[in-house]
């Protein structure tokens, strides 16, 4: 047989999908054609691991010239809700992808496979089971053992035939029958023990209502779905991997009915992993039910949601998508990456501002009463291109409760008394008085003197100090409440095979710690829920959605401290 030739400029591989896929090309398979999907349950919202997911899926389909369906595996009403598939939607749409009009559920199909099922009976390699759950578990045997045959395996197929159409109208209880396939009990992967295709469920359905009251399994729907939209690739992750007999005995046992498009192939990649996050979305639904979060999206949650609320963008995110790779096996990614990776976006684009979150009042003595002078400080100095804004200065100030201390170290180059500092964009000012309440002894208000030929930009001093810290003007000054966001988890993951009591011990008391007095440039007002700044010395700040004209609420996206980069460097 001659080996077709190779398509033009294929792209190069880079990982062990794109080299099948390139072979599959050159022998001529699918036609040329490449067609993927990304398949979520409705279940929940989508978290960081999804976003690979769609990344590989629909960037795959761009860099081929192919296509990519969104297709929502709504097989398990129980569960499922609208909320979820429109949260779904946005979320994709927001990290840079769009699968045009072909956005498909597994409803869709639902009649379809329904018959395909009559077929496998008819055929003799499917039949209804009245085990219950527990006796099935019974009958599966071991890794080691084989499993026993359910004693109603040898139903004749027209037995088989009344019975599952009496399933699907409801004549039976929940969970007293089930469809099976007829395939091998003594398999040694016990995905092929006669696994379970269909299971009766009375729950309304987001989309077909009460309908139906029998339901397909994911094992089953899947493939049948990928073929009937002639997908070509279908790309899952490594869990499914012993899934892979199942998903290929469903299609070629189906594969001669003319309304399947395709002969898809399964190829398994290895999950995202992070450090210091629950990525388990049955997990993250508890933490949502049980109070843990204030919600889906809240901004320590690893959903896509919580990330765009916090303040991440989407190029950060596939940015660090690309960066972790395509692998066969599972590993953890530190999440100092995914960190590093925002960092490196909001670099160039965020613009830079003057925060106080912890105030202390300071009072330039020697400063006019009724002066106010505009400063004037670049908007970002890594992009020259965004310009300067001009911030007011006045006699009265506030810095953080942190640049100045009573009786420092040596080598403390912040206030304090008799110790000079540059203010940013500013003067030079010393520290003269220290004022502190009564009764209790803390500090609440510095006395200093400012340097009049100090200014920035215009110092005609020639005096140099070493410490430079970051303040705004009393009068002119915005209130705000500032969110300081930590890793949920303080060490480890929460996956699935850990007890509840495990990873719950594992959880942050400080994840988030509030900040309601706050002080931030008057450039700030009106800032729209999304908009992200770098406040000086502290991080990287997102305006978040309970923002109002009366207060101004941020989230920290991250701090500037980037030890990733450190180890790229070491």
């Known amino acids: 047989m001659k080996t077709p030739d190779a398509p033009p400029n294929l792209p190069q591989p880079s990982n062990f999908i794109k080299n099948i896929i390139n072979e599959d090309l050159r022998m001529g398979k699918n036609d040329g ?308 990776c925002i960092r490196e976006d909001l670099n160039f684009k965020a613009p830079r501002v003057m925060a106080v979150l912890r105030p202390l009042k300071v009072v330039i003595t020697n400063y006019p009463e009724d002066l106010v002078e505009e400063m004037e400080a670049e908007n970002n100095p890594e992009n020259p291109e965004m310009g300067s804004r001009k911030i007011p200065f006045s006699r009265v100030i506030y810095i953080e409760q942190e640049d100045f201390m009573e009786n420092p170290p040596k080598k403390y180059f912040r206030l304090a008394p008799g110790q000079e500092v540059r203010l940013k964009h500013a003067y030079i000012i010393k520290c003269e008085e220290v004022i502190k309440d009564e009764e209790t002894g803390e500090v609440i208000e510095l006395h200093c003197t400012y340097d009049p030929a100090t200014r920035s930009g215009a110092d005609t001093s020639g005096r140099k100090v070493k410490g430079t810290i970051h303040w705004v003007s009393a009068a002119h000054a915005l209130r705000a409440e500032v969110r300081l966001y930590e890793h949920l988890l303080l060490e480890g993951g929460g996956d699935e095979e850990e007890e509840n009591s495990v990873w719950k011990a594992k959880l942050n008391p400080n994840s988030l710690v509030t900040l309601p007095n706050c002080l931030v440039e008057p450039g700030l007002a009106g800032a729209a829920p999304g908009s992200r700044y770098q406040f000086l010395r502290q991080g990287y700040f997102c305006a978040d959605p309970d923002s109002t004209e009366e207060k101004l609420v941020f989230n920290r996206i991250v701090g500037l401290r980037d030890s990733w980069a450190k180890i790229e460097k070491a």
Not at 94 to 110: E, I, N, Q
Not at 135 to 160: A, F, I
Not at 245 to 273: G, H, M, T
Request: aromatic share 12%; hydrophobic share 30%.
């Open 33 to 340: 054609r490449v067609h993927t999907r990304f398949p979520p349950e409705p279940n929940g919202y989508l978290h960081i691991g999804h976003a690979k997911s769609i990344c590989l899926n629909f960037g795959l389909a761009n860099e081929y010239g192919g296509l990519c369906n969104l297709r929502f595996d709504d097989t398990n009403p129980s569960k499922e809700e609208v909320e979820f598939v429109e949260s779904i939607q946005q979320d994709v749409k927001w990290l840079g992808f769009d699968w045009g009009d072909r956005m498909f559920y597994a409803s869709d199909y639902f009649e379809e496979l329904y018959q395909f099922a009559v077929k496998l009976i008819k055929a003799g390699k499917a039949y209804v089971c009245d085990l219950s759950s527990q006796e099935m578990k019974e009958y599966r045997g071991t890794l080691t053992e084989p499993g026993k045959e359910s004693p109603y395996r040898n139903r004749s197929v027209e037995e088989n035939l009344d019975l599952f159409e009496r399933m699907r109208k409801g004549e039976f209880p929940d969970g007293s029958r089930v469809l099976r396939a007829k395939i091998d009990m003594a398999s040694p992967n016990l995905n092929m023990r006669d696994p379970v295709l269909y299971r009766i469920m009375r729950a309304t359905h987001h989309r077909t209502g009460d309908k139906w009251c029998i339901y397909p399994m994911y094992d089953y729907a899947h493939p049948l779905s990928d073929a009937l939209e002639g997908i070509t690739h279908s790309i899952c992750t490594l869990e499914f991997e012993d899934h892979r007999p199942l998903y290929d005995w469903v299609i070629d046992n189906c594969l001669q009915d003319s309304r399947l498009k395709s002969r898809p192939q399964q190829i398994e990649f290895a999950r995202l992993n992070l450090t210091n996050t629950i990525m388990s979305k049955r997990y993250l639904r508890q933490l949502v039910e049980e109070g843990y979060v204030s919600g889906w999206d809240d901004p320590r949650m690893p959903t896509i949601s919580g990330l765009r609320r916090r303040g991440y963008t989407p190029e950060a995110i596939r940015d660090f998508c690309d960066r972790i790779g395509v692998a066969k096996s599972n590993s953890t990614v530190d999440i100092a990456l995914l960190e590093h």
